[in-house]
């Protein structure tokens, strides 16, 4: 008993001298980032808003019709992808667009894969050559093309060596000028190549790199590789997600290209020249935040070079991806994107306030570094001492209640009105439930999701300062046309070369 | 004893609905039986169930292509006899070559004339009668 | 002021702030709702005629009276649906729905808009003009070309476009000058609407072709060759010996493929076999297989042994082009017993030339 309450104030004296130091700055921290991921959404948010005006005269089709602009080839990693890969790549075969061809690289699956892509497309061997233009890994086996010889459709297998060095090979395959990498489990808008290739229509000689939004495809109603209905999800795991994606990627990326230092382009829906991607090396496969990493080579390589350059998002939807499920999966996936984040930072800390590196050096890395880095650090350990400090009675119910209000009730301000902009923008979620739902999800994201992922982050940085070897996600692949939560991981130990990517 | 007409079955597939709904018109004024649909695989399950005579397709449909859809006919001994109009807005030379390289009985560019269609079906289905 | 104090402001200012985040949102789709519930009531009776007239069934011209009679606030609502059926259809529906678009007072409407305060208002009208051909505002929308918005400086070249007026191309090569930084317009814009034009747009081109802007140069050489305009020639075969950008280079190359003359060969040969850039020398070897003149046989075969693979492979490409006689020098190519290079990218041409059917000899070609 003696030793309990002495523990207990010891405790207390220990939680009252941090708090002494902190308090103050755990609150100036939320202020801080909150406001700024208002002002983004305020550079963003009216785009946003009037985009849905521009339709009426774009003249899509006639964009789709035309084969003047630069062509784009769809670069498709696969590994154990049977389940969805045949409807995949049809609709993408079916995107609107003027030139386009399919590049599928098939890392050495196990399973079925190559089979039904042979079935689907009757697929026949073929003698070409792939190019070395960029440095690959992976022993390419063989080159497959339609029997028809005009499908631009190329299947290319290769060797297992991973999603990076795939994507490499497909670079090496692809014949048109701007490539665009995409998972085999994402849908696709129909006019995505439309929009995303805009900006590289409107600025050839400057833009690089582009992004569109992407989006969580759980519960929607896809048939056919179409989406036909879009629905929230069913759990409160994949709608939280659902807000998550909303207010971060879609707002904050388009902020950031606005202001002109976009250092993170979705792995999910990525678009680049093809020569600038040869110049730069294409990805790297020792990387784990592989995306991220690719961005911010660019960004230097281009900047070393005084070259005049862009990198752009695009202010509409172009994809939709498959979130976890279980908290299992997210726990994996955000530990991994976190250790990504911080081993691409310490990599290019050279350019960390280094005004050589322009905006990139001086406004974006500081950003990535206290608010997205060390974001987690902070936040954790401010929940920790407020809640250790108020149950211990150091910490009093005013300055507990201000922080809750300043931590997660301006959090759910912000988010609330990334809802706003997207419901006066896209409002792509038509039903009254699904749009209560989003609004609680809102709220709930802050009590428990919020601390949950930014423990989730830290263990991944921890894994990687303690040197561990990265582990893989496993994410099994539902399928397109299911909208029921899903039981993931039924074949716990089916070792899938899930991406690694950075969203 | 009453004999009744038997009308034409023309299956009609198109995203879009103001065409869908003009084309579907047309061919109903002129005594078709014209049977609609909104993309590519449901414009293959009409195919193989109502075994229409002719099948007026556009190309960019998401999900799967008219292309797509006029290749799994042409592949399917059921079917591999369809007359199929291909209705796009693709019109360089390389996508007129690829429609009928594909084996479309006939490609109709957007923006089309209505009556220019009308003439077409009619010559199409002509041509198949012999 | 103390804590507490502060504290009931700060969470009565973010409960309010929410609370109008939330009202935002459910207004918003309130009136969505509501406005497009009712849109689609109040039309419902008029799509038949509108189906009627865009299908070219309106022989007695009763639909087209009766949405022209149709009052003004229900026209409000219509008018979108017309526009969307314009691009879509040619001949008289297209000229009935124009007529339609005409008696409710949109084509003058849209003629003030052309001044508009507003970037959005200005395209549309554009945008609008364009659709239904009228070719009394070109001289308008032509001056759209030098907005400050991007936006509407496109809409306007491709409204020019379909209006199809070849007056308006000098215009429209002008509007391709980097101003401020700023591109004018995608290369690609302006030659689609170029090549809409027709060939009344030759003396234009050929004076773009002698520019001191490389983006007009560039798109005058690709419209050149898409449009087939054989006179362009000459002024091509400088461009591409001479012109100081690598772009417009590439894109002479490829004009004279289509438009250039039996020397032309000789001219496209030196620069895909010469230390020339990447890019060129892959241009050049595309554009003589579109030139098809036998004396490329000997290049192109020459080339399939390059270092540079892309190279060799459009270089045996374009024999495939050449018909029988490109055919035999791949075979023979792809025959010799040592498997070198020149073999590998022969092979592979005579592979996919054979699954298109290429390899079949035609008469004639």
Known sequence: MMIWSGFLDGLRRVVSAIMDVVATPVLIYFLVINTLLLVLMGLAGWEFVHQGRRKSYAGREQTAASQLGQGVSVVVPAYNEEVVIV??????????????????VDDGSTDATFEVLRGAFDLVPVQREIPS????????????????????LVLVRKENSGRSDSINVG???????????IDADSILEPDALISVTKPFADDPTRVVAAGGVIRAINGCKVVDGRMVEVKLGKTWLVRIQVVEYLRAFMLGRSGWSRFGALILISGAF???RRDVLVEVGGLDPDSIGEDFELVMRIHRHMIRDHRDYRVQFVAEPVSWTEVPVTAKVLRSQRSRWH??????????????????????GLVALPYYWVFELIAPVLEFVGFVLVALGFALGVVNTTYALMFMAVAYGYATLVTLVAMAIEELSFHKYPRWHDLGAILLASVLENLGYRQATAWWRLEGWWASLRGEKPVWGTMTRQGFDDDSPAVAALNGDQAMNASSRDV | M?????????????????????????????????????DGVAALAAIESGLPRLAILDVMMPGLSGMDVLRKVRANEATKDLDVILLTARARDADVDAGFATGASDYVIKPFSPRELMHRVNAVLARGDR | MNVGQTFLTVGVALGLACASAVAVIVIAKLRRVRVGARAKAMLAPHRGALIVMASGEDEDGQALAALCAVPAPIWARLRSGVVAFLPKVRGVPAEDLGGLMRSHGEIDEARRMLTSRSAVGRARAAYLLGLVRDV?????????????????????????????????????LQALRTSHGHIGLPAWVAAEALLAMGTEVGPALELGLTSSDPAVRNVCAVVAGHGTYFTAAPQLRILLVTDSDADVRASAAVALGRVGGAGDAALLARYAEASETTVLRRTCAAALGELGHRESLET???????RDRRLAQLAADSLVRFGSDGIARLQEAAGTTTPGPNARAAGSALELAGLRGQLVSVPGS
């Open chain 1, 87 to 104: 409807t995949s790549v049809q609709a993408l075969l079916a995107l609107r667009f003027g030139r386009h061809e399919v590049v599928v």
């Open chain 1, 133 to 152: 233009d960029v440095t690959t890994l992976g022993t390419i086996i063989d080159v497959h093309v339609p029997r028809d010889g005009r499908t631009r």
């Open chain 1, 171 to 181: 670079i090496n395959a692809a014949l048109e000028p701007l490539v665009v990498f």
């Open chain 1, 270 to 272: 990525g678009m680049f």
């Open chain 1, 339 to 360: 250790r990504g984040l911080w081993e691409t930072l310490w990599k290019y800390r050279g350019m960390l306030l280094n005004p050589r590196y322009g905006k990139v």
């Open chain 2, 2 to 38: 009453v004999t009744e007409l038997v009308k034409t079955r023309i299956v009609v597939a198109d995203d879009d609905q103001d065409i869908l709904d003009l084309v579907v018109f047309k061919l109903t004024q002129a005594g078709y039986d014209a049977v609609p649909v909104t």
């Open chain 3, 136 to 172: 009394d505002s070109v001289a308008l929308v032509v001056t759209l070309l030098s907005d400050p918005a991007a936006d509407v400086r496109m809409v306007a070249a491709r409204a020019l476009g379909t209006i199809g007026d070849p007056s308006a191309a000098s215009g429209i």
């Open chain 3, 300 to 306: 192109l075969t020459g080339l399939l042994g390059d």
